[in-house]
């Protein structure tokens, strides 16, 4: 049972352009969203999150947009840098029922052409 | 500041030998969280701590697997009689709280890679 799903294995895009990482999530209970970069032999490192009172947070180039009728949500990089090229986690945590373990997806390789 | 650290990096045992995989969470971060990831796959939560009270161990796949926090800092995960299947890359996270907004977010280690001979 997938509860967090990344469709896309990989983007390519171009630098200067905007990238669009998308995910599903299928528990109701889900309330607060954490978006991972991780690059190869490190750990994931947390980029930005949003909980779900909201529908927008912005930090810098990044912005998390959620969708909570939809249960989707999606990171917006604007403008696109090669250095942006790393696997891009989503996941989410149900605070009140599961405290907070995260359940993540199985990622986005991001590819950002120079 | 220093983040999450583990030891050992790599680790490579003979099936049906014990390991103990070893985390030092950030300096005064409350909760710490083992996660398994499979190749290609994102972590998967096996069990987590607040202090040395252990919260929820739930995702620990059987009881070969087991996870101690004695003095509420350095945490162990020990398989036991290790399998095949236990390869994986295990990771552990830190955050300051336990809960509400930023202070819940985790921050993790670099892992360690477990190969099961």
Redesign the interface.
């Known amino acids: 049972d997938q509860q967090v799903k990344q469709n896309s294995p990989s983007l390519s895009v171009q630098e200067g352009r905007i990238s669009i990482l998308n995910c599903d999530y299928t528990n109701s209970m889900f309330d607060y969203f954490l978006w991972y970069k991780k690059y190869p032999a490190e750990g994931p490192t947390f980029l930005i999150s949003i909980s779900s009172i909201k529908d927008k947070n912005e930090d810098g180039r990044f912005t998390v947009f959620l969708n909570k009728s939809a249960k989707h949500l999606s990171l917006h990089i604007v403008p696109s840098q090669p250095g942006d090229s790393a696997v891009y986690f989503c996941a989410a945590s149900a605070r009140e029922t599961s405290g907070s373990r995260l359940t993540f997806g199985e990622g986005t390789q991001l590819t950002v052409n120079p | 500041g220093a983040g ?1 650290s583990q030891s050992p990096r790599y680790k490579v045992t003979k099936r049906g030998q014990d390991v103990a995989l070893r985390c030092d969470p950030i300096s005064g971060h409350v ?1 710490l ?1 083992w ?1 398994r990831q499979a190749l ?6 096996l069990t ?1 701590f607040n202090y040395e009270a252990q ?2 161990k739930s ?1 620990l796949p059987n009881d070969r697997f087991s996870a101690e926090r004695p003095e509420g800092s350095i945490s162990t995960l020990t398989i036991q009689r290790t399998e095949q299947r236990d390869s994986a890359m295990y ?1 552990c ?1 830190s ?1 300051w709280a ?2 509400s ?2 202070a ?8 360690t890679r477990l190969l099961v001979l």
């Not at chain 2, 290609?40 to 939560?45: I, T």
């Open positions: 999450v909760s969280y996660y290609g796959q994102g972590p998967e939560f987590y919260q929820d995702g990771r996270a955050s336990p809960s907004g930023r819940a977010t985790q921050y993790f280690g670099p892992g």
